[in-house]
C-alpha cells in the first residue's frame, strides 16, 4: 500500500478561515479577543513555535502580544506576571510557551493560569473536564490531531488508536480525548511509553498509530500494520549540513518506510505542526466567547 499524505498546513488554513468568521463576529459583538503569549529564555524551536503561532492569530484578525522574558526570571516573579495577566481584561487567553527553564515547576505555572484563560488546555481544571468527558478548552496538539483525523475522513470510533508518549502536553489528554464517550472519538486506545519492553508489540496492532516521543525516525516499517492511518506528532530537529539553517525537521516516523505500508499519514513540516497553531485560535476565540 503506499500512503495518501494527509495534508494538515490545508486543513489548518480551513480551521483558519473558519476562525477569522468567529472573530469578526465577536467583533462586532463587541469583544475584542486578545491572546498573550509568554515565551521564556530563547530556544530555537520554542521561538519558531511561538512566532508561527502569532502569524497565525494575525493572520485571523485577532489581537496577541508575545512577552519575552529572560531564562533567569524567579519563579515568583512568573507567577507574578501570570497572576497580572489574569487580571488583565485586554487578554482572553494566556499561553506559557514550554518547556520552562528547570529551575521552574512548570505545574505550578499552568496552574497559576485562570482555567478560563487557559487556551493551552494545561490547568488542572481543563484537564479534569477532559477526562470527564466535559466541554472545556482542550490542549491544542491533542485536539489539532482529534480534527486532522475527522477531517481527512479518518474517524477514530470503534478503531483500536496507540499513543506512544504519556506526557502531559499530548499523550495524555490524547488519550483521554480519543477514548471520550462523544462523536469524533470513543476509540479504543492503547498508551506507550519508555516503560512499555516491546513497543512494536503494540504499535504493530493499531488502526490509528499515533507517535509523540520526540525521537527522531524511530517508528519503522516493520512496526506498523499494513493500511494504518499514522499521525505523526514527533517534530525533531535534525543536523543537516546541505540545508542553510543546518538542520531540517523530521517526524518520530520513518516517513518513506512507513509510507509504503500505511493508508495515511501526516507529513513533517505541514503535519500536526500547523494544527496546534490553528487549535489555539479555536481556543482563543472560545474563551473570548464565554466573557460575551
Ligand atoms: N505551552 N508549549 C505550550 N503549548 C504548546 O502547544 C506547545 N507545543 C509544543 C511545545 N511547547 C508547547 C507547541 O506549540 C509543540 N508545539 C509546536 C507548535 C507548532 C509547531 C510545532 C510544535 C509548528 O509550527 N511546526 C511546523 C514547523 C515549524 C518550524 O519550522 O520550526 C510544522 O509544520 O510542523
Redo the contacts with the bound molecule.
Keep these: 500500500m503506499t500512503a495518501t499524505i494527509i495534508d494538515g498546513s490545508a486543513i489548518a488554513q480551513q480551521i483558519r478561515d473558519e476562525m477569522r468568521a468567529e472573530v469578526e463576529r465577536l467583533k462586532a459583538s463587541g469583544t475584542d479577543p486578545g491572546l498573550v503569549v509568554v515565551l521564556v529564555g530563547n530556544d530555537p ?2 521561538v ?2 511561538v512566532r ?1 503561532k502569532t502569524r497565525d492569530v494575525e493572520e485571523v484578525g485577532m489581537r496577541s502580544e508575545t512577552l519575552r522574558i529572560s531564562a533567569d526570571v524567579t519563579q515568583e516573579q512568573l507567577l507574578g506576571l501570570v497572576s497580572d495577566l489574569n487580571q488583565d481584561d485586554r487578554w482572553h487567553g494566556i ?4 518547556p520552562l527553564p528547570p529551575h521552574i515547576d512548570e505545574g505550578l505555572v499552568t496552574s497559576t493560569v485562570l482555567p478560563e484563560k487557559d487556551v ?1 488546555g494545561l490547568h488542572p481544571v481543563n484537564v479534569g473536564k477532559l477526562f470527564r468527558g466535559e466541554r472545556a478548552l482542550y490542549p ?2 491533542p485536539h489539532g490531531v482529534k480534527q486532522l483525523l475527522l477531517r481527512s475522513g479518518h474517524d477514530p470510533a470503534g478503531k483500536h488508536v496507540v499513543v506512544c508518549g504519556r506526557s502531559n ?1 499530548v499523550g495524555k489528554p490524547l488519550a483521554g480525548l480519543l477514548m471520550q464517550k462523544a462523536e469524533g472519538a470513543n476509540a479504543t486506545v492503547t498508551v506507550c511509553h519508555t516503560g512499555t519492553p516491546d513497543l512494536a508489540v503494540h504499535t504493530r496492532r493499531a488502526d490509528i498509530l499515533i507517535p509523540v516521543m520526540g525521537r527522531p525516525r524511530t517508528i519503522t516499517e516493520d512496526m506498523v500494520k499494513d493500511g494504518a492511518v499514522v499521525i505523526d506528532v514527533g ?1 525533531n530537529r535534525v543536523e543537516d549540513a546541505s540545508k542553510k539553517a543546518g538542520y531540517r ?1 523530521v517526524g518520530d516516523v520513518d516517513f518513506d518506510g512507513v509510507a509504503r505500508k500505511a493508508s495515511a499519514i501526516t507529513p ?7 494544527m ?2 490553528a487549535m489555539l485560535l479555536y481556543n482563543t476565540v472560545l474563551a473570548a466567547s464565554r466573557t460575551v
Excluded at 499561553?95 to 514550554?98: C, K, P, Y
Excluded at 513533517?268 to 500547523?274: E, F
Design positions: 524551536a520554542s519558531s513555535y508561527g499561553l506559557v510557551q514550554l493551552d491544542c496538539t502536553l517534530v525537521l513533517v513540516p505541514g503535519g500536526v505542526g500547523p496546534t497553531r
